[in-house]
C-alpha cells in the first residue's frame, strides 16, 4: 500500500461511516479499484485495515458529541456514588444525570446483539461476504428498503413528530440492535440499519441519528479492537505504520466534515437520496465486473 492509497482509503472510510451508503462496502470496493486485493495475503491486510482506520471515525464522533458523552459518563459516575456503601440509593441524582444513564444503558442494550452475533459469525463473514457481488446484492436491497421507509407517509418523521433520544426504552434499543446486526453483511450500512429502524420504531430523524452516531462509538470500538487483536499483527507485516497513521488521521477529519452535514441533509431531505445513489453505485459496479474492468478475486 502506498501513502496515497491509505489517503484514498481514509477519506473513503470517513465520508461513508455514518452515512447510510456502506463504508465496508465502499472501502471493498475502491480497494479492488487499487489493486490492493491482488492476492489471498494482501486482501486480508487490507481488510483490516479498512476496519482499523474506523479509529478515525469514532474519534470524530466522540469530538463532535464530547458534551453528551460526558454527560453520559457523568450520569454513570453519580449514580454509582449514590449507591456507595453508607449513603444507599439517595435518589440525589439530577433528572439530567438520570436521562443521561438511561441512555449509555440503553445504548450498551443495543451493542448486545452485535456483540454476539458478531463474535459468532466474524469468520464467516470474513471469508463469504468480503467480495463484490455481495456487496453489490446488499447496497442494491438497503437501498430499496431505504425507498419505502422515504415515501411511506406512516413513517415519515419531523422534528416535531416522533419521539427523542432520551424517549428511548430499552426495547427500542434491542430492536436497534437486533437491526444494526443485519448490517454485518458488506454493503448493508451500519448507519443505514440503525436510522432506518429507528424511524420504524418512532424516532425523530435527528434523534434517530444521533442515537446511530453514539451506538456505534461503542460498536466500532469493539469491533476495531477484535480485528486488530486478531488480525493486526499480520496487517503490520504488510502495511507500513506510517500509512496507517495517515489513514486514521484522513478518516478522523472527513469524518467530522461528513457528520456536521449529514444530520441537516438528512433533517431537511430525507433517506431517499442515499437510496437512488445506493442504486446507481450498484449499477455501476455491477457493470463493470461484468464488463471485465472490475475483477473479483478469490476470498482471502
Not at 466522540?62 to 444507599?88: C, D, E, F, H, K
Request: charged residues 10%; glycine residues 10%.
Amino acid at each position: 500500500m502506498q501513502w496515497w492509497q491509505a489517503i484514498i482509503l481514509g477519506v473513503v472510510e470517513g465520508l461513508t461511516e455514518y452515512l447510510p451508503v456502506s463504508s465496508t462496502g465502499h472501502l471493498i470496493l475502491v480497494s479492488h479499484l487499487m489493486g490492493l486485493n491482488a492476492d489471498p495475503q494482501a486482501a486480508q491486510a487490507t481488510n483490516t485495515f479498512n476496519i482499523v482506520i474506523q479509529v478515525g471515525a469514532i474519534v470524530a464522533v466522540l469530538g463532535l458529541y464530547r458534551s453528551r458523552v460526558i454527560q453520559m459518563l457523568r450520569g454513570l459516575a453519580a449514580t454509582a456514588g449514590s449507591w456507595l456503601p453508607g449513603r444507599g440509593p439517595s435518589g440525589s441524582t439530577s433528572d439530567q444525570d438520570d436521562q443521561s444513564v438511561r441512555l449509555a444503558l440503553n445504548l450498551i442494550v443495543a451493542f448486545m446483539p452485535a456483540a454476539v452475533l458478531g463474535t459468532l459469525f466474524a469468520d464467516a463473514i470474513d471469508e463469504h461476504l468480503f467480495q463484490i457481488w455481495p456487496v453489490v446484492g446488499a447496497l442494491f436491497a438497503g437501498a430499496w428498503l431505504m425507498l419505502a421507509v422515504a415515501y411511506s407517509r406512516r413513517l415519515s418523521r419531523t422534528e416535531h413528530r416522533g419521539r427523542g433520544i432520551h424517549q428511548v426504552n430499552w426495547q427500542i434499543a434491542l430492536l436497534i440492535g437486533f437491526g444494526q446486526c443485519i448490517a454485518m453483511w458488506p454493503g448493508t450500512s451500519r448507519s443505514m440499519m440503525t436510522i432506518v429502524t429507528a424511524l420504524m420504531l418512532g424516532l425523530r430523524p435527528r434523534a434517530a441519528a444521533e442515537f446511530s452516531f453514539l451506538l456505534g462509538l461503542v460498536t466500532l470500538t469493539a469491533a476495531t479492537g477484535y480485528k486488530f487483536v486478531k488480525d493486526g499483527g499480520q496487517m503490520l507485516e504488510q502495511i507500513d505504520l506510517s500509512n496507517l497513521a495517515i489513514g486514521l488521521l484522513v478518516a478522523t477529519v472527513s469524518a467530522a466534515l461528513a457528520v456536521r452535514w449529514f444530520v441537516a441533509f438528512l433533517v431537511r431531505h430525507g433517506l431517499a437520496p442515499f437510496a437512488w445513489y445506493r442504486l446507481g453505485l450498484a449499477a455501476v459496479c455491477a457493470a463493470l465486473v461484468i464488463g471485465g474492468s472490475l475483477t473479483v478475486p478469490a476470498a482471502p
